[in-house]
């Protein structure tokens, strides 16, 4: 059984940084398998994708976050990972990790992914 654990939220002042980490188990993690991205979801707003990481290792994430998050992943570890520095109030949410059983990622659409951790909380004040 896939089981993903997110770990590192917390609450941090905005030009803070923090690092989330997602713990892969019940599966090889093999990042020549999976695409494997980090979602997050705000109070009354949809779930939305932040970024994502493919099978020959390339990275994206979006717009709003580029320059500021970086994903990564600790393939022997079987952890993924969420750099994110100079955070604003606007980051604040509950973030996922999730996992899809491709190579290549099928874009940031959250219905694309079958694989969801728990979630953790990512709080940011002014």
């Known amino acids: 059984q896939v089981q993903l654990v997110e770990s590192g939220g917390g609450s941090v002042q905005a030009g803070g940084s923090l690092r989330l980490s997602c713990a892969a188990s019940g599966y090889t993690y093999s990042s020549s398998r999976w695409c494997m991205g980090w979602f997050r979801q705000a109070p009354g707003k949809e779930r939305e994708g932040v970024a994502a990481i493919d099978g020959d290792g390339n990275t994206g994430v979006i717009g709003s976050v580029r320059g500021r998050f970086t994903i990564s992943q600790d393939i022997a570890k079987n952890t993924l990972y969420l750099q994110m520095n100079n955070l604003k109030v606007e980051d604040s949410a509950m973030y996922y990790c999730?996992?899809?059983?491709?190579?290549?990622?099928?874009?940031?659409?959250?219905?694309?992914?079958?694989?969801w951790g728990q979630g953790t909380q990512v709080t940011v004040s002014s």
């Open positions: 999730a996992a899809a059983r491709q190579k290549y990622c099928p874009g940031l659409a959250p219905i694309s992914f079958a694989y």
